[in-house]
């Protein structure tokens, strides 16, 4: 009996509670309210507007409106406009009625007009529970709307930044706001009369007053009443003092924040003693001292403990005052401008020093044990000289937990006292001179690093790891750009580290595949290019290390077949085994293998057999290299579907062949696309036409055959074709070329034909390669079109008549080959006297683009045109 009661009372409630909310989760009247107040706007498709009521009735799920969870009504509701220039919006604030459980407003970026009457903020005060009011980057036709802000007494937060507010009267209203918390005035242009207003607001905790017209002395004074105040900003102002007339109880760990004040020619000075007697942190950001900063007459200033400096500049009296803050746990001086003879003061208690991107002296390390208490050091880019000091400076901050030394000039052997640091869990020391094998440094010692960062150095580091087998914490290591070599295997020590991320890719000889590999797990980075070693490919490093994500072995000595174990592996996004010693086929599966694959580099190797169609899985695909080899077959069909994200396709230098791309009968359809009469036979994959990312396309030395589409254009972003060296043939379609594009390699084919409308379109060719072609005709005088033209290379082919004059347009052109033809006529002045051309005339290829073959001209042969036609 009592179960069923129980029930009954459970149903009870679930049908109350089901049609007060409505099943639809919203309550109808607030839709209703929320469709009303779309339609108020004259913009109602704005964008956080334009989905409301469009999917769903469910209007909790609309965009910008959250739901209480007890009671499924609206409790926060964000209407801003995302075009600039807004339209203006007659504010109605009985629309708002309706949502009795509103908590969170927010209406920025709006322009809103007070053309209602009667109906001003004030009404809003019925909604008892808002709290938060966010009114930024609002205008109004009649600022007095804002002061009806002051009725809604419930109000805890309001946003009033960008309002253009200049004049007190217009807020003067806001003062009835009790319960105020938070108050962002920022952006507006108020002076210093606001300030004495402001002690209206007892509870506040977080004032914002930058980017307003604040200016000189600013008397702290004036907000003692503000006991709770925390946050004070006034940045952005033309403050240059900060003053209290007299002592003032403003409450403990006050933040403020003064950045750029500097007010031209002079610099802010506080007295903050008197000012600020529980200041914890202080922001004075990009500010240009000269002077003390600090009164310190009025005493050393204890409270103190965080202190923002960054890009700032000091004259050294600015810098010696400092020395006021004596309790400071964090200093933060990135881009610091000033010269530091005497170094820090003395700061017992500092744990937190950023002066990155500063230029210190050369003995600034051994000044350090002034900083006992650090813990973070962060130097790099503070072009730094000199050794680590062996004893004195660094070494004896035993306390420290991570030094960011990068990017200086720091050379030497690291001294040994480094070991006595033994709380380090972050050491970057990349991108110095720091020379000497690692397995004899105190790096062997600091068994608490997490992250060790070594690369770009001259360290001597043994491919084995044997120095860190004990560093059972470190998961990032940073290696690259040191030298590699082989060390004595220990076959019965196992490191105690399970490595995330490992970049080793350095020069030298490492002997054989390092053994510590067997035991990660963890793997997701594997960098271990340009280092010789022996061994086949590391397939199980695949297999064992499940969330590996790249796996990087070029130019390793590697050898043997490719294969890895059959199951997909869908971490994998970055495979590059580039110039190996690899050699039977492409494991057929191996789209199966790496289905989300976004590069694959195997160019270089000796890889046989067919390219595998399995590849044309990898969805993801961007790059895939698979040049010099010795592949064969035709490049499958499958390939190119969904190669939506195929970006780079590089196939030259194999024995690709034949009809490599499908047949012309296969794709009936293509007759009703095919454009401008092209006497296709067997071609470029009509597949590829969908590869509309494609930017790269080399398929240069090889056998391939047919003709060039005139859909070659439809791939819009292809910038490099290179087609040379293989037996295509017949006449380039007319408009070829997609817009683009900046780089045509042709040379080495059998394309025919004259070249009268081809390549119209793309201005912004820069190399332009024909040679050793059939072509015929004249040089199509629209060639000053390509005004980015830099290199003409149409010799070997069967050109004639005169040279176009409109050849001298080309302003960037350095290098222009014409032999071999049978061109009549003069040679063009411009190009007998082009003195200047002969000095950009590059001998190897042309810098910056993908030029190969090094160009064999000399700049005294910058034009090489035919002798047959100039002899006369
Ligand atoms: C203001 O909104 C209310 C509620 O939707 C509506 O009844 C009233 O007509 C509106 N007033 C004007 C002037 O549009
Ligand atoms: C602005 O609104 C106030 C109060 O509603 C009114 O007294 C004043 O005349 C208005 N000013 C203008 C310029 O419309
Ligand atoms: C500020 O506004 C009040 C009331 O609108 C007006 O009387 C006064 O002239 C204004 N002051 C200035 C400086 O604009
Ligand atoms: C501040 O601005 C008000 C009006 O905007 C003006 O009346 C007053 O003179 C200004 N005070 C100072 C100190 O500039
Ligand atoms: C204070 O105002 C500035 C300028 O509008 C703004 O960038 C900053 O985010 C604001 N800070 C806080 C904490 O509201
Ligand atoms: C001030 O900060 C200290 C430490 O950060 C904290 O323990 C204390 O509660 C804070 N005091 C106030 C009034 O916020
Ligand atoms: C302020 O602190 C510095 C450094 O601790 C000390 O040398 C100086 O005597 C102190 N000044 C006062 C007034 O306490
Ligand atoms: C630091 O190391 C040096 C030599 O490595 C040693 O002589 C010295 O006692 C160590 N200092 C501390 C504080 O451990
Ligand atoms: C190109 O893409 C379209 C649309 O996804 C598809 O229908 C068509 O079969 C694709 N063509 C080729 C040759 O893959
Ligand atoms: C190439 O693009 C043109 C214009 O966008 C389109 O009409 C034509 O069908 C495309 N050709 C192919 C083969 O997709």
């Given amino acids: 009996m009592r179960l069923i009661k129980e029930l009954l009372v459970a149903l009870v409630i679930a049908s109350l509670l089901e049609g007060w909310w409505s099943c639809d989760g919203c309550l109808e009247n607030e839709r209703n309210a929320l469709l009303q107040l779309k339609a108020s706007f004259n913009d109602p498709e704005r964008m956080s507007l334009s989905s409301w009521g469009l999917y769903t009735d469910d209007c909790c799920k609309w965009e910008n409106i959250h739901c209480s969870s007890t009671t499924g009504r609206v409790s926060k509701l964000s209407i801003w406009s995302d075009i600039w220039g807004f339209t203006e919006w007659c504010f109605n604030a009985s629309l708002f009625l309706p949502f009795q459980e509103l908590t969170i407003l927010s209406l920025r970026h709006n322009h809103i007009i007070d053309c209602v009457e009667n109906e001003g903020f004030e009404r809003l005060a019925r909604l008892n529970n808002l709290e938060f009011l966010d009114l930024k980057d609002n205008s109004y036709n009649n600022k007095s709307i804002v002061s009806s802000i002051g009725h809604l007494s419930s109000l805890k937060s309001l946003n009033l930044a960008s309002n253009g507010l200049v004049n007190i009267t217009d807020i003067q209203g806001l003062s009835r706001l009790e319960n105020l918390e938070y108050l962002d005035l920022s952006s507006n242009n108020f002076n210093n009369s606001i300030v004495p207003f402001l002690s209206v607001f007892s509870l506040l905790k977080s004032l914002n007053l930058s980017y307003n017209k604040l200016e000189s002395a600013i008397d702290i004074q004036e907000l003692d009443a503000l006991g709770n105040l925390e946050e004070l900003r006034l940045g952005g102002n033309q403050i240059t003092k900060v003053v209290a007339s007299r002592d003032i109880r403003i409450s403990r760990n006050l933040s403020s924040l003064l950045d750029y004040n500097t007010a031209m020619d002079r610099s802010i000075q506080l007295e903050l003693l008197g000012a ?60 610091l401008d000033a010269s530091l003879p005497q170094g820090l003061p003395n700061f017992k208690f500092l744990e937190y020093l950023d002066l990155r991107a500063s230029a210190l002296p050369d003995n600034f390390l051994k000044g350090m044990e002034k900083l006992p208490s650090l813990k973070t050091l962060l130097l790099s880019y503070c072009r730094l000289s000199g050794t680590i000091p062996a004893a004195k400076g660094l070494c004896e901050l035993i306390h420290l937990q991570e030094i960011d030394i990068s990017y200086n000039n720091l050379s030497g052997k690291l001294p040994s006292c480094l070991a006595n640091l033994t709380s380090l869990q972050r050491l970057d020391l990349s991108s110095n001179h720091f020379t000497g094998d690692i397995s004899l440094s105190p790096l062997r010692t600091l068994t608490s690093l997490h992250i060790l960062q070594l690369s770009s150095n001259l360290f001597q580091i043994p491919i084995s790891l044997l120095p860190f087998f004990n560093h059972s914490k470190l998961k990032f290591l940073y290696c690259y750009g040191n030298e590699i070599y082989a060390d004595i295997d220990m076959p019965n020590l196992t490191p105690k580290f399970q490595l995330e991320y490992l970049d080793f890719s350095g020069q030298g000889d490492g002997g054989v595949f390092p053994k510590f590999l067997y035991y990660q797990h963890k793997l997701q980075y594997v960098d271990m290019s340009n280092i010789k070693m022996k061994g086949e490919f590391p397939y199980w490093l695949i297999g064992n290390n499940s969330k590996l994500d790249t796996l990087s072995l070029a130019n390793c000595s590697l050898s043997g077949p490719l294969h890895w174990p059959i199951h997909s592996h869908v971490y994998i996004s970055h495979l590059d085994l580039f110039s190996n010693y690899f050699n039977g086929s492409i494991p057929t599966e191996i789209g199966v293998s790496f289905p989300n694959l976004d590069s694959l580099y195997l160019s270089r190797n000796g890889l046989i057999g ?26 499958p069909q499958d390939l190119t579907v969904g190669c939506i994200s195929l970006s780079n396709l590089i196939l030259s230098n194999n024995n690709l062949q034949g009809q490599i791309f499908p047949k012309h009968a296969d794709f009936k359809e293509l007759k009703l696309l095919w454009l401008d009469g092209n006497q296709f036979t067997g071609s470029i994959p009509y597949g590829i036409v969908n590869c509309t990312g494609l930017q790269i396309l080399d398929v240069s030395d090889n056998h391939l055959s047919g003709s060039i589409p005139g859909w070659i254009r439809n791939l819009t972003s292809l910038e490099v074709m290179d087609l040379s060296q293989n037996n295509f043939s017949g006449n380039l379609p007319s408009n070829f070329g997609p817009q683009w594009i900046r780089e045509v390699y042709l040379s080495k084919n059998r394309l025919q034909g004259a070249l009268t409308n081809a390549f119209c379109n793309c201005s912004e060719l820069m190399i ?105």
Avoid at 277 to 295: D, R, V
Avoid at 829 to 834: E, K, L, T, V, Y
């Fill in 768 to 872: 332009l390669d024909l040679r050793h072609n059939y072509f015929t005709g004249r040089v199509p005088e629209w060639i000053d079109k390509f005004s980015e033209l830099s290199y003409l290379l149409l010799g070997y082919n069967n050109l004639e008549g005169e040279i176009p004059i409109q050849l001298c347009n080309l302003r960037q052109l350095s290098l222009v080959d014409l032999s071999n033809n049978n061109l009549s006529g003069h040679i063009l002045s411009c190009i007998s006297a082009a003195s200047n051309w002969q000095k950009r005339v590059a001998s190897y290829g042309y810098p910056g683009t993908y030029m190969k073959q090094p160009l064999e001209f000399t700049t005294r042969e910058y034009r090489i045109i035919s002798k047959e036609a100039f002899s006369s």
């Fill in 276 to 335: 600020y007697p529980f200041l914890k942190t202080l922001s004075l950001q990009h500010n240009n001292f000269k002077g003390a900063i600090f009164a310190q007459e009025t005493g050393n200033l204890t409270s103190v403990q965080e202190l923002y400096l960054d890009y700032s500049s000091f004259d050294e009296e600015s810098f010696k005052s400092l020395g006021a803050l004596p309790s400071l746990k964090l200093l933060s001086m990135f881009a």
């Fill in 610 to 635: 067919g390219i595998p169609s399995s590849i044309g899985k990898m969805s993801l695909l961007r790059v895939l290299e698979l040049s010099n080899n010795r592949l064969s077959g035709i490049i």
